[in-house]
């Protein structure tokens, strides 16, 4: 716990390649946290050079992301393979965090009225169990679990699956069958303080107190999601802190100012008598000026309506 990180993730697995491309970039960059900044990172920000240029410039951390993430879809992979890669990863850790989500595509609101509603055979409705074993094989101390603000109002045969969720999530090894795992989890909101109980001490929501609002908490984007906070029942507390609403909303074009002030700040330190070159005074890193590219600005901000 030295470390000025607290955590380290540490076998993030990704079901597109797509996706484990785009985290393999992620742990690329963040090779760079404790060493300086180079301006060939930069120019990777600016895209003026290609992924494979900058990989190639610096094989060392290219070869870390590159392991960084497992290409594997949950329920398609060998239970025994997924199993032991996680045990590897976590190396006898018994405090670690389980972070993931189901597809979002089979709840989303948008997807289900371009097909028409919920197709109850659509197997991505049930690949939240896939998560269900991972915690009751391997119980950890907390999980995060996120999806779509559709989730909420998604129904199969008839009946609610999210209430259905939440039951299996309070006790995982039994929901999947699991004869060796005794956990339970307390599944609590991070915006909404517990303040009904059931006759068992089970923490009880309305399913509008698990949406996260990220505009109302310093994040420049209107992204709605779920998010559920589940703590094994042996280290959960009562009156543990909540997310705290930041005093005014962030407009995209102040973070674009601060990605360019950190770069320009970033090189300046760590090269000194050097002028910072034009790669970090590229108007890519400046806020936008005309009306036009405000505009852009505002669409980033507001660009994300999924449901």
Not at 93 to 107: E, F, K, M, N, T
Not at 183 to 202: E, H, K
Request: proline share 5%; net charge positive; charged share 25%.
């Amino acid at each position: 716990m030295g470390s000025k990180h607290r955590f380290k993730c540490a076998y993030p697995l990704r079901w597109t390649r797509t996706r484990t491309r785009r985290w393999s970039c992620g742990a690329f960059f963040d090779n760079f946290r404790k060493a300086r900044l180079l301006t060939s990172t930069i120019n990777g920000l600016r895209g003026t050079i290609t992924t494979e240029g900058l990989f190639a410039q610096h094989p060392v951390q290219a070869a870390h992301a590159r392991t960084e993430a497992w290409l594997a879809e949950l329920g398609k992979v060998p239970t025994k393979e997924l199993h032991e890669r996680i045990r590897q990863a976590l190396g006898g850790s018994s405090q670690w965090v389980l972070c993931g989500g189901p597809p979002c595509q089979a709840y989303s609101i948008v997807g289900r009225s371009r097909r028409g509603g919920i197709d109850d055979d659509d197997k991505r409705l049930y690949l939240y169990r896939e998560y269900l074993r991972i915690l009751a094989e391997h119980e950890p101390s907390v999980f995060i679990m996120e999806n779509v603000k559709g989730l909420l109002s998604s129904r199969v045969a008839g009946s609610g699956l999210f209430a259905q969720i939440l039951a299996d999530l309070h006790a995982p090894g039994a929901s999947v069958g699991h004869k060796r795992s005794t956990a339970q989890y307390r599944v609590l909101s991070l915006v909404q303080a517990p303040q009904r109980f059931d006759s068992t001490g089970n923490p009880q929501f309305d399913p509008q107190e698990f949406v996260i609002r990220s505009e109302q908490y310093g994040v420049p984007q209107t992204r709605h999601r779920v998010i559920l906070l589940g703590v094994r029942e042996d280290l959960w507390q009562r009156g543990a802190a909540i997310l705290t609403p930041a005093s005014r909303e962030v407009p995209v074009s102040q973070s674009c100012t601060a990605c360019r002030n950190y770069a320009v700040d970033s090189l300046a330190r760590r090269t000194p008598g050097r002028v910072a070159s034009d790669a970090t005074r590229s108007n890519k890193f400046r806020p936008a000026q005309d009306p036009s590219q405000r505009s852009l600005c505002r669409r980033a901000t507001h660009g994300d309506r999924r449901a």
